[in-house]
């Protein structure tokens, strides 16, 4: 079965400064992977995913992420945060097959922007 | 157009008491997945619609839970006997055709056992 292992439960970070979030998953067989973010007293948002190609993924409000296989990582990035993305960030795979395609998800890690 | 709703946003009951959890997904969206999320920790995958039938229902703890989706639309989250452990916010999702296709949320059902 899959695992996701989010090594940052909690980022503290300023305003402007570059962030990144730390995400590795433990298969080695083809996977798709995923950030979602959640805000306070929100629903889950997708961030971006990484189902084939490129292994630099953009997704919205300027985050990106890279896929490295032979790593098994899938670390989250933007160059410079604002206060407002202060949220729960989580990192998933997918497991199963066909269209059964689950997610296992990590634990999160809590980003606070300070002024 | 309209995301995917679920309701009621909060339920509290009584340990041993009966709870149905209702989600509505996006029109047209035939996957629906429900997940279980409690206090700091990630969601966990309880059962995967793929229309009207229960596709995998691996994630289910144990058999004082079940769920329908008798139209390939609507599902319910039905729970028996529940129990303080049951407290989590329950989350549904659904996607176009299951697969790689994105994952669309509600805003989730917050239940509490007493």
């Known amino acids: 079965a899959q695992s996701v292992t989010q090594l940052d439960s909690q980022v503290p970070v300023f305003e402007e400064a570059p962030v990144e979030l730390r995400c590795n998953y433990s298969?080695?067989?083809?996977?798709?992977l995923f950030w979602y973010v959640q805000y306070p007293n929100q629903g889950l948002q997708l961030l971006l995913k990484?189902?084939?190609?490129s292994t630099l993924v953009k997704g919205i409000n300027g985050f990106e992420a890279e896929f490295n296989k032979s790593q098994t990582s899938f670390h989250l990035r933007k160059p410079s945060v604002h206060i407002s993305d202060t949220a729960e960030y989580f990192c998933?795979?997918?497991?199963?097959?066909?269209?059964?395609?689950?997610?296992?998800w990590g634990l999160g890690t809590s980003l606070a922007v300070n002024p | 157009g309209a995301g995917v709703s679920q309701t009621p946003s909060n339920k509290v009951t009584e340990k041993g008491k009966y709870v149905e959890l209702r989600c509505d997904p996006i029109?047209?969206?035939?996957?629906l997945y429900w997940y279980r999320q409690s206090l700091g920790q990630g969601p966990e995958f309880l059962i995967y619609f793929q229309g009207t039938g229960a596709a995998d229902d691996s994630g289910l703890p144990n058999d004082r839970f079940f769920a329908v989706r008798p139209e390939g639309s609507v599902s319910t989250l039905k729970i028996q006997r529940t129990e303080r452990g049951d407290s989590a916010v329950y989350l549904c999702?659904?996607?176009?055709?299951?697969?790689?296709?994105?994952?669309?949320f509600g805003p989730g059902t917050r239940l509490t056992v007493l």
């Open positions: 998933a795979v997918s497991e199963g097959a066909g269209n059964n395609r689950k997610l296992i």
């Open positions: 298969s080695s067989v083809s996977v798709y």
């Open positions: 999702a659904s996607s176009l055709a299951g697969g790689p296709d994105t994952q669309y």
């Open positions: 990484y189902l084939s190609g």
């Open positions: 029109s047209g969206h035939t996957a």
